[in-house]
Every structure is written in C-alpha cells, then in structure tokens.
Nanobody, 127 residues
Framework: QLHLQESGSGLVKPSQTLSLTCTVSGGSITTCTYSWSWIREPPGKGLEWMGAIAYSGSTYYSPSLKSRISISRDTSKNQFTLQLSSVTPEDTAVYYC???????????????????WGQGTQVTVPS
C-alpha cells in the first residue's frame, strides 16, 4: 500500500520560503509513469495544482507560481520537496502531496489520475 506523508514548517513568515517534503513509502518515485504533485487548498477555496515532478525527474509548474516554485527530489530517500519563495498570507493553505498515474493537472473528478494523497499539512503565513 502506497503512503505519502507531508512534513515541514507549519508557520512561515511573509517573504520567506516555504519548504515541505513528501516522504513516499510502499512504492518508488522513479517508477514509470507516475507523477508526483503538490496541491494546495486555501481556506474557502478549491484545490489548486501547484506543480509536479515526474518519474523521470522532469518538473512542471503552474504558470501562476512559476516564478516562485521549485520541486526537487531525493531518490535515495524516496522523497520530493516543494519550495515556494516570497510567501504572502495568500499562500496560507492546506498543502497536499499526491501521486498521479500519469502527469495531469486535473486533481479531482472522474477523469483525474490522482490515486494516492497525503493527509495534508496546514501552512500559515501570518499577515
């Protein structure tokens, strides 16, 4: 059974960099054709796909975050990491890591290939 677990700071000051790590167990992040994403849900809003790293190591980012986001991986630890720079209170959200059977930005619905999610972690950027 695949398991994803987010970890990192739950409180980030404005203008600083948010850093979260997703530790995957029960499967390898280098297995073809899986894609590993970061998704967030701000309070009162829907899920937002932020970016992904594919089994190959290729990265994909949301255009709205591209100037601030970086996703990397440590294959020896079977982890992938999110870094989001210059955070503001608008970055306050529950952050999820998730696996998709193939790269997709469609995170919910009948056509979504996302099949495993972490439990989510709250990140707050105070005003």
């Amino acid at each position: 059974q695949l398991h994803l677990q987010e970890s990192g700071s739950g409180l980030v000051k404005p203008s600083q960099t948010l850093s979260l790590t997703c530790t995957v167990s029960g499967g390898s992040i280098t297995t073809c054709t899986y894609s590993w994403s970061w998704i967030r849900e701000p309070p009162g809003k829907g899920l937002e796909w932020m970016g992904a790293i594919a089994y190959s190591g290729s990265t994909y980012y949301s255009p709205s975050l591209k100037s601030r986001i970086s996703i990397s991986r440590d294959t020896s630890k079977n982890q992938f990491t999110l870094q989001l720079s210059s955070v503001t209170p608008e970055d306050t959200a529950v952050y999820y890591c998730a696996r998709a059977q193939y790269f997709s930005t469609v995170v919910t619905g009948s056509i979504s290939p996302y099949d495993y999610w972490g439990q989510g972690t709250q990140v707050t950027v105070p005003s």
